[in-house]
């Protein structure tokens, strides 16, 4: 190992990968989560290809793949009407598809293989504060039992952030006003229980998945979401229902001194695209590698400006698919007649989704 010293608060998916990234750099590292467990329910169900390829010098993509279920092929619909089919497998890559896991086995596998590496992670503990040392040679952090000095402190700690805020990092951009809903329900019904489906309504958009066996996660922009389900479709328990605001948000740096911020912390986006667990992934992959080569300070110069485009993409996404003003649902009434143009746009949106931009 070398001299190196790395605290991460955060140990949702975007920490674990730093961890894991740093150690097989050689570089030692503490993260903590405040959370006592690995939370049951899960948000990210979709693995891309970019990061089955970023987990694989650490050997887990073969788990990944065991654990996970291949998803080929997304279909739009426009009411009850096929619009579109997205074949993911036509893509030039070794993972041509996306892997359907959910997050909390996601989380599962990378926790298992920090603790197998004897990486310094606790659960139970939460980042309190930390404190610039003299000259910026480090940082001072307050975790209880596992406050110290480290040379850098990453903020992995999700959406409302306690490093980035006392960092002073800024999130610019806004929350959407309406409210989104997500059911995880055993349904039974006719949908291609493989494929993915994007089910377009004038008034909004609802994503469709199967989670395993009968139990789906459905999640949308209204609230009726379990009376526009296909007809026929039976419906059996639900498992998990919840309501949440999504947000079009980037921070105004990645960077202060010795503390940098990744994942959720630093980018906050709709589902759509369902790029956020994996953009988190890359955050990881780059920081610890930026660590290892001496130029931490590069991070935000390196990353941001790709993020902020992502970001913005993922917005124009959803606002198309799911916004509420009065131009998203003329653009919605369109797409029986523009579906014609898909297969010339095809080929970048799955390179989007698939985390191949
Ligand atoms: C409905 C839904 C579906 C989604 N689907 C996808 C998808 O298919 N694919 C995808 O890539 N993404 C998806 N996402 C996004 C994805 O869930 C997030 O982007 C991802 O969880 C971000 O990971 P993270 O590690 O950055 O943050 P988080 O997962 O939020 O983890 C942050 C961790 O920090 C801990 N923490 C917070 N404060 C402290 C503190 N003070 N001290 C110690 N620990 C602290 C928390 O307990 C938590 O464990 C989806 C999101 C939603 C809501």
């Not at 996970?68 to 739009?76: C, P």
């Not at 605001?245 to 986006?269: F, N, P, Q, W, Y």
């Amino acid at each position: 190992m070398t001299k190196k010293k790395i605290f991460i608060a955060g140990a949702g998916p975007s920490g674990l990968a730093t961890a894991l990234f740093l150690n097989q750099q050689g570089i030692d590292c503490t993260i903590v989560d405040k959370k006592n467990d690995i939370s049951l329910y899960s948000k990210a169900l979709g693995v891309n290809p970019r990061t089955l390829e970023l987990l694989e010098p650490l050997h887990l993509t073969k788990t990944f793949l065991e654990r996970g279920r291949r998803m080929d092929r997304i279909n739009l619909w426009y009411n009850d009407t096929l619009l579109f089919v997205n074949n993911l497998n036509r893509i030039k890559h070794k993972y041509p598809f996306m892997l359907m896991l959910s997050q909390h086995e996601s989380e599962q596998i990378l926790s298992e293989a920090c603790l197998k590496k004897g990486i310094n992670l606790h659960y139970g503990v939460p980042f309190e504060s930390f404190k610039m040392e003299a000259n910026s040679k480090g940082v001072y952090v307050d975790a209880g039992n596992h406050s110290g000095k480290f040379d850098f402190l990453i903020g992995a700690d999700g959406a409302g952030s306690k490093v980035r805020d006392q960092a002073g990092i800024e999130m610019d951009g806004f929350s959407y006003s309406n409210e989104w809903k997500l059911y995880d329900i055993e349904l039974e019904m006719d949908l291609n229980a493989d494929e993915g489906h994007i089910r377009i309504f004038p008034k909004g958009a609802m994503i469709m998945l199967r989670i395993t066996e009968n139990l789906w996660r459905l999640a949308g922009n209204f609230h009726d979401l379990l009376d526009h389900l296909p007809n026929g479709t039976q419906m059996g328990q639900i498992k998990w229902e919840s309501a949440f605001h999504i947000h079009h948000k980037m921070a105004s740096k990645l960077t202060a001194e010795s503390v940098g911020i990744i994942g959720d912390a630093a980018h906050l986006h709709s589902p759509v695209g369902a790029r956020g667990m994996n953009l988190g992934i890359e955050d990881a992959f780059t920081i610890a590698q930026l660590i290892h080569d001496d130029r931490f300070h590069d991070f935000d110069k390196i990353r941001r400006t790709y993020l902020k485009k992502t970001v913005n993409r993922i917005n124009t996404m959803t606002m198309t698919l799911a916004g509420n003003g009065a131009s998203s649902r003329f653009m919605r009434r369109q797409l029986p007649w523009i579906k014609y143009v898909f297969p010339l746009l095809m080929p970048q949106a799955r390179k989007f989704i698939m985390g191949l931009n």
